[in-house]
């Protein structure tokens, strides 16, 4: 008896350390984690079509080293953002909230007021945690001076506060003197050389090299792929005899851009402790060559290619490589990226996205989101599982099982009359603690927007895509 009793105690001392040891591992590795956060990116294209990168299926575009960053981390393939166009859609990415709840709806347009200081931007509360923050490229948020990048977290900023600008150099044109489209340093006004593409990457490489002692959050958002289409002469000639042979040297050039990074991060030793984002502003505009295929519609209606992007997460310290196919969004961005670099928010603060990391590393098996929204002024569309709602003022409304029939052509209102009466139930509900839009886009864009949605919804061809092909069609009709 006292041999077993004897035992039976060193079973329990035993069991006890290994319990001690095991508690000590976790503590110890939660110690390491919290003590090494990881740097975060997002690289956020412009105007990018879904089809026109290589991990998405796109042959005749070679983007080897974007293909080899996606092929490091997981690719979604339900992923949006919150807008079909590019102001406010970075808006509710760099709050982490829909751009409706502070009445950011619109496009850049008369009576434009920028993004509402009151709202706290990534890099604001990623800076409580020690991050070195830094902005590159298109800001497209406003234009005061407290909606300056560094007025909203960031440390250092090198870019363009504007929409858009010209790729090279302009003295007479996009950087005449305090003009919006010139290319800033943090205040200063400055000149650059060479393809802004390439310059942005190089001034990025720059900052990660200077990054030493804490972690860094950048946000790299180049104006590729948007228009005015320009290129290099050397890439241009890559390209020669190619039926898009302006879009193709465009975007090799992004591709090397961002090739230039990551050799960087790997350099540096960053790479594999570097949680990177990688979309589209929105889906790909109709004047830039861009592919949709096989969605229906383009940049700035409600149709899935106006929304649904290429996405893709790396992060190849935590994340395995692979496939993500449950409905997401770009305001999971926010909470994903404060979740890793481990910061509590206030609910003042609460997203409308969520962390994706329980699902990248297999903690949850659902999907982020059963519902997502999308309105700008009169046009609006609700996503519930594989159904979406399609509403316009003046229009009426399209039901569609995106699962059955993805190019959005059978209207289904009539067959599924639960279904619509669900959806129009729960759009309403979203609208109950949202804005109305602070500015909308004008006459002609709301008439362009409402012909686009009028041939969208009934199976045309689309007649009228922009203000100049507006005019031809009212000469044209006046003349008939």
Known sequence: MMVRANKMKLFRLLTLVSLMLILAGVTAFRKKNLSNPPNIIVILIDDAGYADFGFMGCKDLPTPNIDALAKSGVVFTDAHVSATVCSPSRAGLITGKYQQRFGYECNESDGYTGLDTAQQALPELLKTKGYATAAFGKWHLGYQPNQHPLKRGFDHYYGFLSGGRSYFYQPKADDRPGAKNAMYLNQEQVSFDGYLTDDLADKASAFIRMQKDKPFFMYWAPNAVHTPLEA????LKQFENHPRQMLAAMTTALDRAIGNMIATLKEEGKFENTLIFFLSDNGGAHNNQSSNFPLKGFKGN?????????????WPAKIKAGKFSQLSSSLDIFPTALDAAGVTVSNTVKSDGVSLLPFLQQKLNRAPHQQLVWRKDAEAAIRYNQYKLIRVKGLGDRLYNLERD???????????PMVY???TQQFLTWEKDKMKPSWTEGATWDTITLMIHDDLMNNREVRVREPKELNQFRLKNNKL
Do not use: C, M, W
């Open 232 to 235: 290099t002469q050397k890439d």
């Open 302 to 314: 409600k149709y899935e290619a106006g929304h649904r992007i290429p996405f893709f997460v790396s």
């Open 406 to 416: 993805p190019g959005e052509t059978v209207d289904i209102r009539k067959n599924e």
């Open 421 to 423: 009466k669900k959806l």
